[in-house]
């Protein structure tokens, strides 16, 4: 897909067993959207996107700056009894996911406390993605302390990249969904009707749901609910990721543009009406690449069909 072949996970080991140091392997460390692809096709099960973090070390570079709300004394939220809802950094630029969601929630009679409406608050991964270790554990300290002394009940989040970040890299006491399992769930406890349509779509599993997360079955379950799925070549761990990251990365513009172009290749090899993903990244990403087909999150096609 790229001619560039140093992106490629060998030239990485190569480096790090030939004890070789400086800008190559640096180069060579952060040419990777981290999409954990090369994790699923490694023969021997190496876990290289865990490699190249460490190779990305970048504890001494001080980052604070750019989180003004660590410093900000917090007023805890009563949420007793309530859904604590994190939408995501990416999601404040495709508002439509987080809209979706609230109406999902007033559907189905679910009481919730929306943690990051009005001021953005970071999950720390896309530090973590780069190697800032320590500031990545800053974050979640402090996010911790705002979910455990909210007393919420559970927390759902829209973005993939959180929730891979809340649900392996922090510490909480209670459960933490992704928003598709989470309607998958009100779908099959009858807390939300939803209409069928005739449109035929097509689904993007994104890398930090499905490869990271290994959720690919909740997804398909929700959108059989509403529409029409359409099988593609490449799905589920397979899946061609959209381009873009959050974790700091080397490629090029041209590289990432070559890469989303592919996954959108195979997500309209069949006629589709729709492009559906579960990611505010990917959707961005499929938005930017084309005016010929609606880009959706599934929540936003289970709020237009919901039955009231």
């Known amino acids: 897909m790229l001619d560039n072949h140093e992106i490629q996970p060998v030239y990485l080991i190569r480096s790090l067993r030939n004890k070789e140091h400086g800008s190559r392997l640096n180069m060579i460390a952060e040419n990777c ?22 190779t990305r070390n ?11 709300y660590l410093t900000k004394k917090q007023i805890p939220f009563n949420a007793i009894g309530r859904v604590a809802y994190f939408g995501g950094c990416m999601s404040h630029l495709t508002p439509g996911i987080t809209e979706s969601m609230e109406k999902i929630f007033i559907a189905a009679e679910q009481k919730y406390w929306y943690m ?20 990545a554990a800053e974050l979640r300290k402090k996010n911790t302390d705002m979910i455990k002394q909210s ?14 970040s809340f649900k392996k890299e922090y510490n909480l006491d209670i459960p933490v969904i992704h928003h598709t ?12 009707k939803v209409r069928h349509d005739d449109r035929k779509v097509s689904y993007h599993d994104p890398c930090e749901l499905g490869r990271g997360c290994g959720i690919y079955e909740e997804p398909r379950r929700v959108i059989n609910a509403v529409t029409n799925l359409q099988k593609t070549r490449y ?27 592919a996954s959108l290749a195979n997500l309209t090899s069949k006629p589709v009406d729709t492009i559906i993903t579960a990611c505010p990244m990917c959707k961005k990403a499929f938005q930017h690449a084309t005016n010929d087909y609606p880009v959706k999150d599934i929540a936003e096609i289970v709020a237009e069909n919901l039955i009231n």
């Open 33 to 54: 959207l981290m999409c954990d692809r090369c994790t699923v096709d490694c023969p021997v099960g190496i876990d290289l996107n865990s490699i190249r973090r460490m």
């Open 58 to 68: 970048k504890g001494a570079i001080d980052t604070k700056g750019n989180y003004t």
């Open 116 to 135: 990051d409406k009005q001021d953005t608050i970071c999950c720390g991964r896309p530090l973590y993605q780069q190697g800032f270790f320590n500031q």
């Open 151 to 164: 007393y919420a009940t559970m927390l759902v989040t829209s973005c993939p990249i959180c929730y891979q």
């Open 181 to 192: 399992t989470y309607i998958d769930i009100l779908l099959k406890q009858g807390l939300i």
């Open 235 to 261: 799905q589920k761990e397979k899946s061609v990721c959209c381009g873009f990251n959050l974790g700091d990365t080397r490629a090029s513009v041209e590289e990432q543009t070559r890469i989303r172009n």
